[in-house]
């Protein structure tokens, strides 16, 4: 019986299952994370103001012509493929033998880089562009723009999209198996093998897929909430100002 | 008198479409200069081309004797030293009452954030909205906004003020305060180029009145001559037309 199966596989096993969900949560909380700072960084870069000539001009176009193709390479081929190209490929071309969960976290967070960086450039562009004026008016150049006024409206309009790469993360962290990462679905497929349980087992992996998806969903919805503030604001101690203090206050020297 | 800002044969084309021709004007240290004009003539490009949101086609722009449209030239230390109001308050989003007014005394003048506040408060005091410094843009009126963006650009202790139409996205009803406050600044010696079709306002607070038609300056005098004997045909038909609107 399938039930007694579950059961079974579940007290057995389950030290192998949470070593599995914590390698898949690992690895998709670190990529999610270094993709997103790639994602940053890549947006600040193309969202720069070109420009009008000389040698600057020139760098930024190169600039963005490989990032613009680090972008469309990553988001035009299966992880899958990229994990077995990058695990082997380093292997061959340098000699260098990956650690596999490091090979991991690296795949994973230039993946989410290629596409967070268009998420985060779009974030970025949809801020009112009168925000980016106002900062460059009072003296601001594009860094201090981008970190103390344009990012942190982007960051926010862009959390429900980078919420979203993170549970796809979680989900496709799976194809890792591929280079014998023990994630989730590697542990899994060991415990349905040693048991020719396959059903059993798989339908454990899919709950516990579901509750860590899940879970980081509602997390993310509190923090966004919480990140919105409160709705009202509480009043200054007044105090009363006569048209002559305010003169005296705009005389200038 | 001595000039803060010189304006000489400056240009400016976007494409094919020249938005601004030949433009020679001066503002000097303690006046107050109105543009006026109809909608479309350049004013907005002018000031843009002035704080270099827009980068000129041609001419030279001269502050304090130096052409500031040399490559050489720091712009950002420049636009500290003009304070911009826009027609859209563009106040930071993110940032509430109080710290709209010091994040760019912080990062930029480099001041102590106790320093930075105190400033920032005496300034929200004379716009009248000192009581409102928890607050985030988003919570307060168009009128509000808009002191609150006059406070924020005094706070940076700037040369010149430039103002973009200040009241033409405000209800009715806040225009006044809002010139009420603009008015005093007027009184205390300020600098200050404003646009704007608040004709009273032109009428009783500039020292010179610029008005802009078809991206070159038609007719530039005192508001007497402006408002009462203008010397151009298109001055006087440009007054018929807004002035019984
Ligand atoms: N970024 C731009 N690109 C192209 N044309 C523009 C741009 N900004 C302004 N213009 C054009 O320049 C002319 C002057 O505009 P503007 O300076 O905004 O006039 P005003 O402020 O006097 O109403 C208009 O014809 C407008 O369409
Ligand atoms: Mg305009």
């Known amino acids: 019986m399938s039930l007694e199966w579950i059961v079974r596989i579940v007290s057995e096993y ?80 340098f000699g260098i033998h990956m650690e596999r969960l490091t090979a991991a976290i690296f ?21 009112d562009k009168g925000q980016y004026e106002a900062a460059q008016a009072i003296g601001m150049n594009h860094f201090q723009t981008m970190m103390n006024v344009v990012l942190p409206q982007a960051i926010r309009n862009i959390l429900p999209a980078t919420g979203n790469e993170f549970v796809i993360n979680i ?22 093998g040693n048991n020719f349980r396959y059903f059993e087992a798989f339908f454990v992996a899919c709950i516990i897929y579901f509750i860590m998806t899940f879970t980081v969903t509602r997390i993310l919805r509190y923090l966004e909430r919480k990140l919105d503030g409160p709705e009202t604001y509480t009043l200054n101690q007044m105090q009363v100002a006569t048209p002559e203090d305010m003169l005296r206050l705009t005389q200038r020297n | 008198m001595e000039p803060i800002i010189e304006v000489k044969h400056l240009s400016k084309s976007f494409g094919a479409n020249e938005v601004l021709k030949d433009i020679n004007f001066s503002v000097n240290k303690g006046e107050v200069v109105c543009i006026i004009g109809a909608s479309g003539s ?134 006044g305060e809002v010139l009420k406050v603009m008015k005093l600044l007027a009184e205390s010696g300020l600098t200050m180029l404003v646009v704007t079709h608040e004709m009273g306002f032109a009428k009783e607070v500039a020292d010179r009145v610029v008005f802009m038609d078809q991206g070159v300056i038609a007719e530039e005098g005192p508001p007497e001559q402006i408002f009462n004997n203008p010397r151009q045909e298109r001055t006087r038909e440009f007054l018929k037309r807004v002035l019984n609107a």
């Open chain 1, 107 to 127: 795949i994973v967070s230039i993946n989410t880089g290629a596409y967070m960086a268009e998420i985060v450039r779009g974030g970025i562009i949809s801020v």
């Open chain 2, 42 to 175: 350049g004013k907005s490009t002018l000031l843009r081309c002035i704080n270099l949101l827009e980068r000129p086609s041609g001419g030279q722009i001269i502050y304090k004797g130096e052409n500031i449209l040399d490559d050489k030239h720091d712009v950002y230390k420049y636009r500290q030293k003009l304070g911009m109001v826009f027609q859209q308050f563009n106040l930071f989003n993110n940032h509430n009452v109080l710290s709209n007014c010091t994040v760019g005394q912080i990062k930029l003048l480099k001041r102590s954030r106790e320093e930075a506040e105190e400033v920032a408060l005496r300034y929200l005091r004379v716009v009248g909205m000192e009581q409102y410094i928890h607050a985030k843009p988003r919570q307060l009126s168009g009128g509000q906004k808009q002191r609150v963006a006059i406070a924020r650009a005094l706070s940076m202790d700037p040369d010149v003020m430039l103002f973009d139409e200040p009241t033409s996205a405000l209800d009715p009803e806040m225009v």
């Open chain 1, 14 to 93: 389950w030290p192998m299952f949470l070593r599995g969900a914590g390698v898949t949560l690992l690895i998709s909380i670190i990529g999610t994370l270094f993709g997103s700072l790639i994602g940053l960084v890549i947006g600040v870069i193309r969202t720069m103001p070109m420009p009008a000539r000389g040698i600057k001009r020139i760098l930024l176009k190169t600039v963005n012509g490989i990032l613009a193709a680090y972008i469309e390479f990553f988001r035009g081929t299966p992880m899958i493929v990229q994990a077995m190209v990058i695990f082997y490929g380093t292997a061959l071309a």
């Open chain 1, 171 to 192: 989900k496709d962290t799976s194809v890792l198996n591929v280079i014998s990462v023990t994630e989730l679905y590697f542990q899994t497929k060991s415990v349905a």
